[in-house]
């Protein structure tokens, strides 16, 4: 009978690497998490799913004695496969950590995507870092005969990371051919006008940029071709001076066709969780962030129920949702690791949903009520290990920025480094933490000539004049104006910081994603309120997903035209079936604005 080769993940504790797991358990196959050193001579295939920063990853391995053995193992021949930091890893450095030498298997420095680009997708001179979503590939040379090929150029992929190996940078020359990276970039991709190194591959190394194990049926694919191949189909020990100069480098004309692909719009389905009165865990949907039915005769309604939350997310999978959220929405109200529930929702999801999951509701410092006190960080650290990708801060946010402001107008440092945004930034990556923002309009009486006076000045960047609102409910706002408050507790308290100072806060503090809701947009229909995403998009540089209001396909087109943002979000018209998601991307394509369109 013929085994399959040994297979070890080699894990450092540092995220998600539950999904990975979960994906190759999917795909038949059953692996060993390595230990020691000698895990690693037994190994016959290793995946390294790299997590979080550049730095901690080579400390780790450091640390935990697993950097020579690592090193011997890729000398071998044996199959390594690297994913993001994982591939990253191969090089000698990273502009990340400047101090720590990388595995050095491959010669150049990783740097930083430069946001300053006239090519950024939506014209404003300014993209996004970190590069979140999904984008496709193209392959610079053809696998010789025997050898497997594993890579597809017509597929998208999920990436998420700040960090790239830009091509012309590794060189002195432009000339890919002769750069000494060319045995070795098997897959370029582009954001902006920046083209970087999506997949290595030379012999038995392989790394990829993006997660396979998040990108949907395709990454699965590609996970299945390197599972399925055997060592000799893979590579074996290669000396890159053999192949500098491939023979099927792309064309330049080929390179220019290819050169249109670039990041697409990410559609999100969001699952409002919470338990209703009889105890279940439920998706619900509000209006107004209101989720209860109309109140009968005898009290308070009925919470909404939409669904099973894992059902749901299973379905949303299948109709090619791009990302899932599920938000706890009374997690304020107890402890989040005690509500266990929810750390079960999500790891449930994570068997079967392979796209990205990001987790919102009492990420924050909690105490149990035996007093164990439980930081935001170890919060964090239970939703990653039981399969999400990002955590979603709400309420804790706002506070944390308050007082970072409330620091810096007495002359105080502004960054403690203690907030959960920070701590969970340093330790996972900016790019597992979103900040969820629930602002509310504030209407102002412009009868009074004197309104702007009465306005608090650091509001006056965020007002907006009905008269030249680009929203899409303009008739019922001529003549008005007003300003956007930022709340917590699920938009039951009203705090004194605006949406630009909130999210511009949040940005310094470290997050790498902002879920932008609106309380008075939600469950409406009425389309999203482009005026407060245009404000909040002009004031960060880090992607903003788009919330609350989607009632037709025309309002998504609308969106990503006239905002530029990255991700448009939806909850009501998805539980309810009145507009699929399918229909969503098919007419976004029709509408020529990028999206990913599944096979499933
Ligand atoms: O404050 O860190 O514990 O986080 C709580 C989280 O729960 C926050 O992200 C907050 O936005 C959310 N939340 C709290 N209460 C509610 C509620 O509805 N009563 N939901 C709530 C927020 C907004 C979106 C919704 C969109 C799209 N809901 O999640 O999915 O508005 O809806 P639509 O497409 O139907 O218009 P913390």
């Given at each position: 009978?013929s085994?399959?080769?040994?297979?070890?993940l080699?894990?450092?504790?540092?995220?998600?690497?539950?999904s990975?797991a979960?994906s190759i358990n999917?795909l038949?196959?059953e692996?060993?998490?390595v230990?020691?050193a000698?895990?690693?001579?037994?190994?016959?295939k290793l995946?390294f799913?790299?997590?979080?920063?550049f730095g901690?990853?080579?400390?780790?391995?450091?640390?935990?004695n697993?950097?020579?053995?690592l090193?011997?193992?890729?000398?071998?021949?044996k199959?390594?496969?690297g994913?993001?930091?994982?591939m990253?890893?191969?090089f000698?450095?990273?502009?990340?950590?400047?101090?720590?030498?990388g595995?050095?298997?491959?010669p150049?420095k990783?740097?930083?995507f430069?946001p300053?680009?006239s090519?950024a997708?939506?014209g404003?001179?300014?993209?996004?870092?970190p590069?979140?979503?999904?984008n496709?590939?193209?392959?610079?040379?053809q696998?010789?005969e025997g050898?497997?090929p594993?890579?597809?150029?017509e597929?998208?992929?999920?990436?998420?990371?700040?960090?790239r190996?830009?091509?012309?940078?590794?060189?002195?020359?432009?000339?890919p051919e002769?750069?000494?990276?060319a045995?070795?970039v098997h897959t370029l991709s582009r954001?902006?006008?920046?083209?970087f190194?999506s997949?290595?591959?030379l012999?038995?190394?392989?790394?990829?940029q993006?997660h396979?194990?998040k990108?949907?049926?395709?990454?699965l694919d590609?996970?299945r071709?390197?599972?399925?191949?055997s060592p000799?189909?893979l590579?074996?020990?290669?000396?890159?001076?053999?192949?500098?100069?491939?023979?099927?480098?792309?064309?330049e004309?080929e390179?220019?066709?290819?050169?249109?692909r670039?990041l697409t719009?990410?559609?999100?389905a969001?699952?409002d969780?919470r338990s209703?009165?009889?105890?279940?865990?439920v998706v619900?949907k509000g209006?107004?962030?209101d989720?209860?039915?109309?109140?009968?005769e005898?009290g308070?309604?009925?919470v909404r129920?939409?669904?099973?939350?894992?059902?749901?997310?299973?379905?949303?999978?299948?109709?090619?949702?791009?990302?899932?959220?599920?938000l706890n929405?009374?997690?304020?109200?107890?402890s989040?690791?005690?509500?266990?529930?929810m750390?079960?929702?999500?790891?449930?999801?994570?068997?079967t949903?392979?796209?990205?999951?990001t987790v919102?509701?009492?990420?924050?410092?909690?105490?149990?009520?035996?007093?164990?006190v439980?930081?935001?960080?170890?919060?964090?650290g239970?939703?990653?290990?039981?399969g999400?990708?990002k955590?979603?801060?709400?309420?804790?946010a706002?506070v944390?920025v308050?007082e970072m402001l409330?620091r810096?107008?007495?002359?105080?440092?502004?960054?403690?480094g203690k907030t959960g945004?920070?701590?969970?930034a340093?330790?996972?990556?900016?790019q597992?933490?979103v900040?969820?923002i629930?602002?509310?309009r504030?209407?102002?009486?412009?009868?009074?000539?004197?309104w702007?006076s009465?306005v608090?000045?650091?509001?006056?960047?965020?007002v907006?004049?009905?008269?030249?609102?680009?929203?899409s409910?303009k008739?019922?706002?001529?003549?008005k104006?007003?300003?956007?408050q930022?709340t917590i507790r699920?938009?039951?308290?009203?705090r004194?910081?605006?949406?630009?100072?909130?999210?511009?806060?949040?940005?310094?503090?470290g997050?790498?994603?902002?879920?932008?809701n609106?309380?008075?947009?939600?469950?409406?229909?009425?389309?999203?309120?482009?005026?407060?995403?245009?404000l909040v998009?002009?004031?960060v540089?880090i992607?903003v997903?788009?919330?609350?209001?989607?009632g037709?396909?025309?309002h998504?087109s609308?969106?990503f035209k006239?905002?530029?943002?990255?991700?448009?979000?939806?909850?009501?018209i998805?539980h309810?079936r009145?507009?699929?998601?399918?229909?969503?991307?098919?007419?976004l394509?029709?509408?020529q604005?990028?999206?990913?369109?599944t096979?499933?």
């Amino acid at each position: 009978k013929s085994e399959k080769p040994k297979l070890y993940l080699l894990d450092y504790g540092a995220g998600n690497v539950r999904s990975l797991a979960n994906s190759i358990n999917k795909l038949g196959y059953e692996f060993e998490w390595v230990k020691d050193a000698s895990d690693l001579e037994k190994a016959e295939k290793l995946l390294f799913p790299g997590v979080g920063a550049f730095g901690h990853a080579m400390t780790s391995l450091k640390e935990t004695n697993l950097l020579e053995p690592l090193l011997k193992y890729i000398r071998s021949g044996k199959p390594y496969f690297g994913i993001c930091i994982g591939m990253q890893a191969l090089f000698e450095a990273s502009d990340e950590s400047p101090e720590i030498a990388g595995l050095g298997i491959i010669p150049g420095k990783v740097s930083k995507f430069n946001p300053h680009d006239s090519q950024a997708e939506d014209g404003s001179g300014i993209k996004s870092v970190p590069h979140i979503g999904w984008n496709g590939v193209w392959r610079c040379w053809q696998e010789p005969e025997g050898k497997k090929p594993l890579m597809m150029d017509e597929e998208e992929y999920y990436f998420v990371h700040s960090f790239r190996m830009l091509y012309e940078d590794s060189t002195s020359t432009q000339n890919p051919e002769t750069s000494p990276l060319a045995p070795y970039v098997h897959t370029l991709s582009r954001y902006g006008s920046e083209e970087f190194v999506s997949t290595v591959r030379l012999g038995n190394v392989f790394g990829t940029q993006f997660h396979p194990e998040k990108s949907g049926p395709a990454g699965l694919d590609l996970l299945r071709r390197w599972l399925e191949a055997s060592p000799k189909e893979l590579g074996g020990v290669v000396d890159p001076s053999e192949v500098s100069k491939r023979s099927q480098w792309i064309t330049e004309q080929e390179k220019q066709s290819r050169k249109r692909r670039g990041l697409t719009k990410r559609i999100v389905a969001c699952l409002d969780v919470r338990s209703n009165d009889q105890g279940d865990l439920v998706v619900t949907k509000g209006d107004q962030y209101d989720v209860r039915e109309k109140a009968d005769e005898a009290g308070k309604g009925d919470v909404r129920n939409l669904g099973k939350p894992v059902d749901l997310a299973r379905r949303y999978y299948h109709e090619s949702a791009d990302e899932i959220c599920f938000l706890n929405i009374t997690s304020f109200r107890n402890s989040a690791l005690q509500d266990q529930p929810m750390l079960k929702v999500v790891e449930a999801a994570a068997e079967t949903v392979f796209v990205p999951l990001t987790v919102g509701g009492g990420i924050k410092d909690t105490i149990d009520p035996d007093g164990t006190v439980h930081s935001a960080l170890e919060v964090a650290g239970a939703y990653f290990r039981a399969g999400a990708d990002k955590v979603s801060i709400g309420s804790e946010a706002v506070v944390a920025v308050e007082e970072m402001l409330e620091r810096e107008s007495k002359g105080e440092k502004a960054l403690t480094g203690k907030t959960g945004i920070e701590t969970i930034a340093q330790g996972y990556g900016s790019q597992a933490v979103v900040v969820s923002i629930d602002p509310k309009r504030v209407y102002i009486d412009t009868s009074d000539p004197d309104w702007r006076s009465k306005v608090p000045a650091q509001h006056l960047p965020c007002v907006i004049l009905g008269d030249h609102a680009t929203s899409s409910t303009k008739e019922e706002e001529r003549g008005k104006a007003w300003w956007y408050q930022c709340t917590i507790r699920g938009g039951r308290e009203v705090r004194d910081i605006d949406v630009i100072q909130l999210a511009q806060g949040v940005e310094r503090l470290g997050a790498g994603e902002v879920l932008l809701n609106s309380v008075d947009r939600d469950g409406s229909g009425k389309g999203f309120d482009l005026d407060l995403i245009k404000l909040v998009k002009k004031s960060v540089s880090i992607p903003v997903v788009a919330s609350s209001g989607a009632g037709r396909v025309e309002h998504f087109s609308e969106l990503f035209k006239e905002t530029g943002v990255e991700a448009g979000l939806a909850a009501g018209i998805f539980h309810r079936r009145e507009v699929p998601l399918d229909d969503v991307k098919d007419h976004l394509r029709k509408e020529q604005v990028p999206v990913r369109i599944t096979s499933l």
